[in-house]
Every structure is written in structure tokens, then in C-alpha cells.
């Protein structure tokens, strides 16, 4: 039995907390907001954001960062993206050398093109950081629905611990040393899955959502590859896994904005009718700024962007794509010589 924090009360801290005491592991719950920690210590249970899906007595919950975080083995951070930095900043002075911390958020920032692992190596560097990702909606995970997710780490040994630690019959744990191409994977199909929802919005049909899946990854593993990562993670669950189901499925929040922005919302509107941190919004511009530093076209999120911030129409964008010089779908393949 481990003794784990998880850093964040979300739908996805809420539904991992659960899944760990079930492990067997003593498990407290932290969240910055008063309110949030009332409630589920009140109920139980996250009325807002996990409705039906019930936590045990025995769970602990506080608002008191330094006692989520001293002497605990393992801690789950599992705030929003844009609070990756703030939150690690504030608990690092908690955190022992080698203290494990899992970062289970996706994005990447805006300001300096850094990976969330990343920003917590730099404001927390004593600690040993990993990843967990994959096509895992909290939704399904809290409701004991089987999933298959990835545990990134630079040390293999770090891997095969949290292997253990959350692994059991309806959540079974891959590890992988590309915690790089992990995280990009986890981030960028957040953008793709914004189009997604749009082309839903506008009333597009299965071909269309096809197309954005597979040229959608297409992007992601170029700009990946080009910065270190490796082909066969965007191949796999953290890749075209975790696009599919983030571009399919009504529990995404990405897909739900996008289909509100579609049908004519701003931005704006569609984050607050979605009513969650929307992660692909907060990785657009920076996936650009990334295309830029690497020299990697992203054509997708290119519009993505300018529907986002530039106040193109989600129709226009959509034209502009289908319009777009010819191209060889794979250079690489030869041809016959004429």
C-alpha cells in the first residue's frame, strides 16, 4: 500500500482518487478551492463535475497543500494545464528528494513552449517526474469501465512502480521512456479534437471527422518526431488512440466546445456553456509557436488558431483546408521511374 495524494478535485483527479483506494492505497484528495473540498467531504461524491460516481468514507480531503504533499510516496498531479506552474511552484518546497510526482494534465505553455513535465522539472527539480496518459475519460474510469492508458519515465524502474500502483482488471498500464512524445500526443489532439467538434458543428458527416483523425496525426507525429519524439508513440494509445476517442466522444470537453463553436458560439461563450477547463484552447497558440521553433507545417491547427483568435469563420477555415496546394499524402513512399 502506497501513501498517494492526488493534487486537483476535477472530474479526472476525482475519478483517478478512486481508482487508487480501490488499488488499496491510502489516498488523499487536494484542491485549492474551499468550496470544492466542502463538498466532497460533505457528499462524498463530485456533484458538479462526477455526478453518480461515489467516493469511500475513509478518503481524506484538504485544502492544506503542505500536508497533500510531505511524506506522501506518490503524488498525482492533476490540476488544469494553466496551473501546472503555479501549483508546482507553491509545492515544491514540500517535496522530498526523489518524491514521485505524476503529472496527469495535457498542454503545453503558451509563454515558453514547455511540456508540463517540464515546467514541474524546472519548479520542482528534486522531485523524480512521470506521465499518465491514453484515451481514459474520467467519466468511464470512475464508472470502473475498462481503459488502457501509458505511464511515461525517463527511468524504467520509475515506469514499472507506478505500473503497480494503478494498474488492476479495469485499467491496465503500458510504460514507455518517451514521456516527449507522450505529452505531445496528450496536447495537441486536444486542438484536432476542437476541429473535430467544429466540422460536427457545421453538420459535417463521418468523412470529414476521418479526415481530421488521420491528417490530424499526421501533424501531431510530425511536429513530435521533429522534436525528439518517436513515431511508434504517436501510433500508439497516447497517439492515434487517444485522438480517436477525444475526437469521437461527447464526453470530451474539446469535442463539445468545438461543436458549440461550429454552430456559431465564440470561443468564449463555448468554454463557459462547456463549463471545464478546456485544454485544447490553452494548447493552440502555443502548438503554433512550436510549428514556428520547428519549422513543421500544422495546417489543422493553423485554422484552428485562426477561428480561435482571429475571428475567421469555422466554414472559412474548413474551405481554406480543402483548398490548400496539392500534396503527396506520404514523400517518402518512391515511385516508378517514368
Known amino acids: 500500500m502506497a501513501n498517494i495524494s492526488v493534487l486537483g478535485a476535477g472530474s479526472w483527479g476525482t475519478a483517478l482518487a478512486l481508482l487508487l483506494h480501490k488499488n488499496g492505497h491510502q489516498v488523499t484528495v487536494w484542491s485549492a478551492i474551499a468550496s470544492e473540498i466542502e463538498m466532497l467531504t460533505r457528499e462524498h461524491e463530485h456533484k458538479e463535475k462526477l455526478p453518480g460516481v461515489k467516493l469511500p468514507e475513509n478518503m481524506e480531503f484538504t485544502t492544506d497543500l503542505e500536508s497533500a504533499v510531505r511524506n506522501k510516496e506518490v503524488l498525482v498531479l492533476a490540476v488544469p494545464s494553466p496551473y501546472t506552474r503555479s501549483t508546482s511552484r507553491s509545492m515544491a518546497q514540500y517535496v522530498k528528494d526523489g518524491q514521485v510526482i505524476v503529472n496527469v494534465a495535457k498542454g503545453v505553455e503558451e509563454q515558453t513552449l514547455m511540456t508540463l513535465s517540464q515546467i514541474i522539472e524546472e519548479e520542482i527539480p528534486q522531485a523524480e517526474v512521470a506521465v499518465l496518459s491514453g484515451p481514459s475519460h474520467a467519466e468511464e474510469v470512475g464508472r470502473g469501465i475498462p481503459t488502457t492508458i501509458v505511464v511515461g519515465a525517463r527511468k524504467k524502474a520509475t515506469a514499472e512502480y507506478l505500473q503497480n500502483i494503478f494498474m488492476n482488471e479495469v485499467f491496465r498500464v503500458y510504460i514507455s ?103 485544447g484552447v490553452y494548447s493552440a497558440k502555443a502548438a503554433m509557436g512550436l510549428s514556428r521553433k520547428y519549422h513543421v507545417q500544422l495546417p489543422i491547427i493553423e485554422q484552428v488558431n485562426a477561428v480561435l483568435f482571429e475571428g475567421q469563420s469555422a466554414r472559412q477555415a474548413v474551405e481554406n483546408l480543402m483548398l490548400r496546394d496539392k500534396k503527396v499524402e506520404n514523400p517518402l513512399l518512391p515511385w516508378e521511374e517514368d
Open 177 to 279: 521512456p518517451d514521456v516527449l512524445g507522450i505529452e505531445l500526443g496528450a496536447a495537441l489532439k486536444n486542438v484536432v479534437a476542437l476541429a473535430a467538434g467544429i466540422a460536427d458543428g457545421l453538420g459535417f458527416g463521418d468523412n470529414t471527422k476521418a479526415a481530421l483523425i488521420t491528417r490530424g496525426i499526421a501533424e501531431i507525429a510530425g511536429l513530435g518526431i521533429a522534436m525528439g519524439g518517436k513515431i511508434e508513440t504517436f501510433s500508439g494509445l497516447t497517439g492515434i488512440g487517444d485522438l480517436i476517442v477525444t475526437c469521437a466522444s461527447m464526453h470530451s470537453r474539446n469535442r463539445r466546445a468545438g461543436i458549440l463553436i461550429g454552430q456559431g458560439y465564440t470561443m468564449e461563450q463555448a468554454m463557459a456553456e462547456v463549463n471545464m477547463v478546456v485544454e
